[in-house]
T-cell receptor, first 111, second 113 residues
Framework: DGGITQSPKYLFRKEGQNVTLSCEQN?????MYWYRQDPGQGLRLIYY???????QKGDIAEGYSVSREKKESFPLTVTSAQKNPTAFYLC??????????FGSGTRLTVV | QKEVEQDPGPLSVPEGAIVSLNCTYS??????FMWYRQYSRKGPELLMY????GNKEDGRFTAQVDKSSKYISLFIRDSQPSDSATYLC?????????????FGQGTRLTINP
């Protein structure tokens, strides 16, 4: 089945630690996105990539970094500079029609 | 003012009721309008997709767009407990030379048996 796989489902981060969230897609989509979802705030765009080896900052990129070395993969690193990282993180890709396919998300908690 | 406004609810209705979910927006450049359904602890899934003004029906779901009022709606007929989820509106268009997609906050809906 084609889709987007995010891992892990749950992740715990200690203060000052960097953590990396995985996002893999087998839909052959060029564009991929990372969103953060907090209660009552909807989805906020962190980073996006329209093509391999290129990515752009979204609305809330500070404290995050990404890479796009392969079409299928778009990992997100939450760095220690992100002061409030506890949230639900969603990865998405965009195909030929205008609609996003989302992964099942990673819930990150600071401990 | 937010680009997209959506009442977060929560909204609770009895099974079988007609549900109306709404969003308003401020930027007339939005051309594509979408509704996503998100179950708890899951990613959103695309439910309806419409272009410009008008109605689109898919089974028990009807999406309505009124560009003159900058208002979109999703109607759910014969609502079922399995419809209980958070519903997010989303809209996109060319803004300042780039394609932009904006989501509403989401409305949490509960259908009571």
């Amino acid at each position: 089945d084609g889709g987007i796989t995010q891992s892990p489902k749950y992740l715990f981060r200690k203060e000052g630690q960097n953590v990396t969230l995985s996002c893999e897609q087998n839909l052959n989509h060029d564009a991929m996105y990372w969103y953060r979802q907090d209660p009552g705030q909807g989805l906020r765009l962190i980073y996006y990539s329209q093509i391999v080896n290129d990515f752009q900052k979204g609305d809330i990129a500070e404290g995050y970094s990404v890479s796009r070395e392969k079409k299928e993969s778009f990992p997100l690193t939450v760095t220690s500079a992100q002061k409030n990282p506890t949230a639900f993180y969603l990865c998405a890709s965009e195909g030929l029609y205008y609609g996003y396919t989302f992964g099942s998300g990673t819930r990150l908690t600071v401990v | 003012q937010k680009e997209v406004e959506q009442d977060p609810g929560p909204l609770s209705v009895p099974e079988g009721a007609i549900v109306s979910l709404n969003c308003t927006y401020s930027n007339s450049a939005f051309q594509y309008f979408m509704w996503y359904r998100q179950y708890s602890r899951k990613g959103p899934e695309l439910l309806m997709y419409t272009y410009s003004s008008g109605n689109k029906e898919d089974g028990r779901f009807t999406a309505q767009v009124d560009k003159s009022s900058k208002y979109i709606s999703l109607f759910i007929r014969d609502s079922q407990p399995s419809d209980s989820a958070t519903y997010l509106c989303a809209m996109s268009g060319i803004i300042q030379g780039a394609q932009k997609l904006v989501f509403g906050q989401g409305t949490r809906l509960t259908i009571n048996p």
